[in-house]
DNA sequence: AAAGAAGTGTCAAACGTTTTCGAAATCAGT
DNA sequence: ACTGATTTCGAAAACGTTTGACACTTCTTT
């Protein structure tokens, strides 16, 4: 007896135990054809009153739902936006909360896809995009895409976009201006050797970062110094190596701007296992302002980027895009702003 | 001529200007049949060295990639697990870091969907579940469901379950504690006027709070009193009347237990738009522990809720589940803890 | 009473895959 | 050469739905 139990308990899980109820089963049960059932649950004209009453009498007892899959395959449309991220990291969860209000009282549902697969191998999301594209998906938002998508099937807007022809709307935030800001104000500190933690160099945000970083040097008379620039890629992971590198110099920078928090958190725990004090030994200022920054201990200074308006706009375009409309402007960029904490001082004499 | 331009324009974005490559196609283009491509894209058996490579440099040529909906319709695995969310709210964001980062090394891909259109309606998410399972994901996290869900056809766990029959498994952390934490906390600070403001009584996290609330002040000799309870449905916007009811009674509480962040955070707001000094007139404590949660000023004191992790238990317990394991224990309850922070103080005498 | 017009339901094709089965071709063994 | 085994490929069914065309009633109209 116990056997049994077992068996059936392992089975439970394995195997279907309840298969959906489909059309086919409504539509013996109403004892009407399928194509009836499909134009009553819809509400399409040709089926009297009495009819559809039955039909939607049987699709309530027996619990039916059609299914997403197999509808979208016929009829194309399936009234849903697609945002593809790379995974769900503080940048990509702000920007979903943002594409998530704005979505909130329109027609759409929202899916966002994360391929943890295959996220290694450049151009996933164009795959990602391929596979849901014309099917499941009426339009897309892409978060730090990693190659300039050319043209699909379906509408697409990009976030924080690509080097490259920017032939798709983009919406981004001020990198350009954020990291003069940033720079700026770690010169007026009084910082002159001061290290910069690329981002990802495929992407725009991280090539303007570096230029607005160059230009605030510049600005200041201050030559800039290849040697104190590193390539973190924007994650924390790849960043810890080459920030690691850049604190073990014999002269290192007094401060360092990070071109996105994650960075900045990652060398912030680097300095911190090579015992230098933040921000006694070393300031360090970040890009984004993700909710860790106001919580890690120090807080992080950083440049504020509007990260749920951006979705919030990449969904507004995206929406209008779908209902034909021509965007009154195909690239939007948002302002940035600084954000004074507890990581950046006055360079030790 | 700028009236055909135009109107090539306005098509562009509202129809497909590049039909997706479909297997017919590289079929065609390889001089073989559907069934081949198939089996060459898939690396089946049975298909020559030659053929396949011919095949593969077709696909490559044409970007071809198979459509995942049509795949998942005839082969029922996707390697996709769905995540089902009200909407992104900051818990639900949360849970997702979680769910991504334990998946990010598993062969599942993450597929969150979030119904904006009928988020209203009770059992929404069931109703979503069925679309999609069966075809499009293997397996389903349900984040704070609004019935309980009974058998479908694919594994579940639930994330802050539904009261009622809890057959299916379940991740959740320790309300009750954590409530009894809390307004011990104020009793220790010296309230004895203690309001609550409630949860969604369905969902068995805020019949818990309800319960370690009361437990609290039985603990400490206090005669519990219906009139300080209030219920705000978790939610901001459903949580300011009933917070606004609760302030505005003559003898109104020294200090409010929040069931959840966003209920104490709307509290909050109701009490400045009231006049009332927080903490100074009112102290306030939450539940979660949202990001938002010290970005906010005052920063708020709350029960912090360990909301990645129940993610990522979650994300463990699906995927031990669809690889045929029965789980060692079907209901995991996490623990909390008080986070002190600036929204309580001890009452004005 | 005949003919056209509505109204109501069914048939069958289609969407893009995967997979089973069988057919053709090649090969090995005698 | 002949048989049997093996390899390679294609035809067709199936997944669950939607939809246009069509057929059958019933109702108007003349």
């Not at 190596?241 to 007094?254: C, E, F, K, Q, V």
């Amino acid at each position: 007896m116990s056997n049994v139990f077992e068996i059936s308990f392992h089975v439970t899980y394995a195997d279907p135990m309840t298969p959906r109820a489909t059309i086919h089963d409504v539509a013996a049960a109403a004892g009407v054809s399928v194509a009836t059932v499909s134009k009553a649950v819809n509400g399409r004209y040709g089926i009297s009153a009495a009819t559809t009453a039955r039909v939607l009498d049987v699709v309530q007892q027996l619990g039916y739902e059609s299914s997403l899959v197999a509808s979208s395959m016929r009829s194309r449309r399936t009234s849903v936006i697609g945002i593809l991220v790379a995974d769900f990291e503080p940048f990509s969860a702000e920007i979903l909360k943002g594409v998530g209000v704005a979505l909130a009282d329109s027609r759409y549902d929202l899916l966002a896809y994360s391929g943890s697969r295959q996220r290694e191998t450049n151009g996933w999301e164009r795959r990602s995009l391929s596979r849901l594209s014309g099917t499941l998906i009426d339009g897309a938002i892409m978060v730090t895409p990693t190659v300039d998508t050319t043209s699909s099937e379906i509408p697409v807007v990009a976030i924080d976009p690509h080097t490259g022809r920017a032939d798709l709307p983009t919406v981004e935030s001020d990198s350009f201006g954020g990291a003069m800001q940033a720079t700026r104000y770690l010169i007026e500190l009084g910082h002159r050797r001061i290290g910069f933690l690329a981002g990802r160099p495929d992407l725009r945000s991280a090539t303007l970062r570096e230029a607005g970083y160059r230009q605030a040097l510049a600005d200041a008379g201050i030559q800039f110094n290849p040697a104190l620039v590193r390539v973190g890629l924007y994650k924390r992971d790849t960043a810890k190596g080459p920030a690691a590198s850049l604190l073990s110099m014999t002269d290192r920078p007094t401060a360092v701007f990070a071109a996105n928090d994650l960075s900045a958190i990652a060398i912030i725990q680097v300095a911190a296992e090579l015992g230098l004090q933040v921000p006694g030994d070393l300031s360090v200022i970040g890009f984004d302002d993700i909710p860790e920054a106001s919580q890690m201990n120090p807080t992080l200074t950083t440049i504020r980027q509007p990260m749920k308006r951006l979705g919030a706009t990449a969904a507004g375009m995206l929406v209008a895009l779908l209902n034909g409309e021509t965007l009154p402007q195909n690239h939007i960029r948002l302002p940035t702003g600084l954000v004074r904490r507890a990581t950046t001082a006055p360079p030790a004499i």
